[in-house]
């Protein structure tokens, strides 16, 4: 791509951005982004095909980054229980971690799919996201009961509403714009009062 093709994007993408921020994708104007931009609306759909996909530009590099992280997050877990490891090692690295190392770096993205989202395929990210949560969790419950650990039992309704509280508590502080070392004290404290109740369903307290 031409350097200034390259830099026009960058621009556009900015624009869209900040629109999609400050009014939400459902009242975000076309028009208003091109303002921002310093271009028409046909200029814009040089770049994009409509304001659908100008968000999704935004927001799937960083659900695909969520998406690998927990892959390999996943994998290495099974990798753990098949080798026996101390319980230590199959619970050092946590839902906590991802927040730290992949939404942080795109907190205006990871704000997009939160609170702007509304009117895209992505309005029910949260909801969404607790569901494929619940079915990698259960799955990975029935998993660790083959390998002899105490798993309790818990019904899909009872896991889906502790992810979703889960979920909710560790996304609060960054939906809310606190400072990095809130963010960290905040994490801190979500993961000190959930992990001794994960613990005790998945046997491993």
């Not at 900015?14 to 310093?38: N, Q, T, W």
């Not at 998406?67 to 290495?76: A, I, V």
């Not at 994960?198 to 491993?204: D, E, F, Q």
């Amino acid at each position: 791509m031409p350097r200034d093709k390259t830099l026009s994007h960058i621009k556009v993408n900015k624009a869209i951005k900040e629109e999609f921020l400050k009014k939400g994708f459902e009242a975000a104007s076309i028009r208003s982004i091109g303002a921002r931009a310093g271009m028409t609306s046909a200029g814009l759909y040089r770049h994009y095909s409509d304001k659908e996909s100008m968000f999704n530009a935004l927001v799937e590099p960083l659900i695909d980054d969520m998406k690998q992280w927990t892959k390999r997050h996943t994998d290495r877990k099974y990798l753990l229980l098949d080798e026996s490891a101390d319980k230590k090692e199959i619970i050092g690295e946590s839902f906590i971690d991802l927040i730290r190392e992949v939404i942080l770096p795109k907190r205006d993205e990871f704000k997009l799919l939160m609170t702007c989202s509304r009117g895209t395929k992505y309005e029910n990210f949260i909801h969404d996201y607790a569901l494929l949560s619940q079915k990698e969790l259960l799955k990975a419950l029935s998993y660790m009961k083959k390998k002899g650990c105490p798993v309790k039992d818990i019904d899909e309704d009872e896991l889906h509403m502790l992810l979703s509280a889960y979920l909710t508590a560790c996304f609060e502080p960054v939906i809310h714009d606190c400072k990095e070392e809130k963010i960290e004290k905040y994490l801190n404290t979500i993961q000190d009062f959930f992990m001794p109740g994960w613990l005790r369903i998945m046997g491993l307290n």
